[in-house]
């Protein structure tokens, strides 16, 4: 069977959060064949401002884009996730 590699990323930032625990469990808890990464930077990555956006991503944002690029999208709204952050990170011209 091969394995299924899987960036997670918890939206909450609260130390004690519900929905990292989740996520903590689902890797624990799997029954094989799953690899469960869990992204513990996300407090790191800056609000997105477009007067700011004028060239190299910030470096925060650099690092989860080429972290993510490992991973295969889950889903279709994933799928479109890296069309969306290419647009908000790149200098407009």
């Known amino acids: 069977m091969n394995q299924v590699d ?9 130390a004690d959060s519900h929905n990292t625990a989740l996520l903590h ?13 869990i992204d513990h930077d996300l407090g790191r990555l800056p609000l997105y401002n477009q007067d700011l956006d004028t060239g190299a991503p910030p470096a925060p ?7 993510s690029a490992r ?7 994933a799928r479109s996730w890296p069309r969306w ?3 908000c990170w790149s200098s407009r011209r």
């Open 25 to 37: 469990a689902a890797r624990t808890l799997h029954s094989g064949g799953l690899a469960i990464d």
């Open 85 to 87: 952050e290419r647009k």
């Open 71 to 77: 991973y295969a999208p889950s889903s279709p709204s």
């Open 6 to 14: 899987v960036l997670a990323l918890s939206g909450s930032l609260r």
């Open 61 to 67: 944002v650099a690092e989860l884009r080429a972290r």
